[in-house]
């Protein structure tokens, strides 16, 4: 299968990512390099993996087959011909250094894979002179080798690394289609996918965190071991233990309120990781209990139906769009790098706070 040199420069697809990818795939010609764009969530750097997996697979039938020893070893990323350049941790900026060092490690040829990838992820967040030493490796990568590039937007790279590069649009899945992804590609329970797509709306990953499914690449040869001073949230149990104290946040007696609020700021505040699912959780919540008012059959928490019943006359349409009001001003403070533990308590005690102002 050679690399393709009489690919069109710059090529937007029209048909899904996946399809384009499938027919690259049959056609047994890789480009020398692609760009995945698309909303962080959209499964651009899964999809890469899955294509290094195909076009490495030792199945001829329809690949990959993910039992054979390249897709498993693609798969638990520990495949020394899978490169990954990424954001430093807390840094801004992909830099020239990281390019160089990239290409020490393609300058010899593939230790076992019939084609190297090399992904940079975040590639938006190259600097110029990063991007300007990267052009040379596009255009003419070393021996099988192909670039998968993934960003936002294409219009944030240098035009001469757009020239140089394939453009697959990811659009993000939403819904049916996505909890039917959920289903086929990651074996989740049809319902417990439908709830998480639901609630994610169009971010697989947080999806996949709302599932229990780790789906997080890392570097081949990274040995780290997992850092067990933060345990990990099953979000499974996580998100009913939400939903149970929110509707113990309504339900119990004024005295009770303030220790129920802050157990939960407490909880959601443990770490950075466990904030965007809490609060995706949340927004569900105040949704459906707003909606269950009018339509009950329209909830996104199914599986709470009768907890909502028994608390849906404790709230009014005013209330629940209130507490929404405040949730969306929490995010927007979160986002501008706010204490998460002192925003998550004003939000919980400012509900407290309206539900005494209406009290009868």
Same mark, same amino acid.
């Given at each position: 299968?050679? +690399? ?28 020398? %390099? ?17 294509? =290094? ?53 393609? #300058? ?8 190297? /990838?090399?992904?940079?992820? @975040? #590639? ?17 990568? #070393? &021996? ?10 294409? =219009? ?22 996505? =909890?039917?992804?959920?289903? #086929? ?39 780290? +071991? ?17 939903? &149970? ?18 157990? +939960? ?31 009950? &059959? ?16 404790? %709230? ?11 949730? @969306? ?12 533990? /002192? ?6 005690? @400012?509900?407290?706070? !309206?539900?005494? !102002?209406?009290?009868?």
């Amino acid at each position: 299968m050679p +690399l393709d040199h009489s690919m069109p420069h710059t090529e937007t697809v029209v048909l899904t990512a996946i399809s384009e990818l499938r027919r690259i795939i049959d056609s047994k010609k890789i480009p020398n %390099a692609l760009l995945f764009t698309g909303n962080p969530g959209a499964g651009r750097k899964q999809t890469a993996f899955w294509f =290094a997996k195909a076009v490495n697979c030792a199945s001829d039938s329809h690949p990959p087959c993910d039992l054979c020893r390249s897709c498993k070893k693609i798969d638990n990323r520990v495949h020394p011909d899978m490169i990954l350049v990424d954001l430093p941790e807390k840094k801004k900026v992909i830099t020239i250094s990281q390019i160089r060092e990239m290409e020490a490690l393609t #300058a010899v040829k593939p230790h076992e894979a019939r084609y190297r /990838m090399v992904l940079i992820s @975040h #590639a938006e967040h190259m600097n110029t002179q990063a991007q300007n030493a990267l052009l040379k490796g596009l255009e003419e990568p #070393a &021996q099988g080798t192909f670039f998968i590039l993934t960003a936002r937007d294409a =219009a944030a790279l240098l035009p001469t690394i757009r020239s140089r590069v394939r453009v697959l649009q990811f659009k993000p899945l939403t819904g049916a289609p996505l =909890a039917d992804h959920l289903c #086929a590609s990651f074996k989740a329970d049809p319902r417990a996918a439908k709830i998480a797509a639901a609630t994610a709306g169009s971010d697989l990953n947080l999806a996949l965190t709302l599932l229990n499914i780790q789906n997080t690449p890392y570097p081949p040869g990274d040995n780290t +071991l997992p850092d067990t001073s933060k345990p990990e949230m099953d979000w499974q149990a996580g998100r009913a233990w939400i939903m &149970q104290q929110l509707f113990a946040l309504i339900s119990s007696p004024t005295a009770a309120k303030v220790q129920t609020a802050l157990s +939960l700021s407490c909880r959601i505040s443990l770490d950075t990781d466990r904030v965007n699912p809490a609060l995706a959780i949340m927004r569900t919540f105040f949704r459906d209990l707003c909606v269950f008012r009018h339509t009950p &059959q329209k909830i996104v928490n199914l599986d709470f139906f009768d907890i909502f019943q028994d608390i849906g006359q404790q %709230a009014d349409d005013r209330q629940c769009l209130m507490w929404m009001s405040l949730l @969306h001003e929490t995010e927007h403070r979160l986002a501008s790098n706010s204490s998460v533990r /002192m925003t998550m308590d004003r939000f919980f005690l @400012h509900m407290i706070q !309206n539900m005494r !102002n209406t009290t009868p």
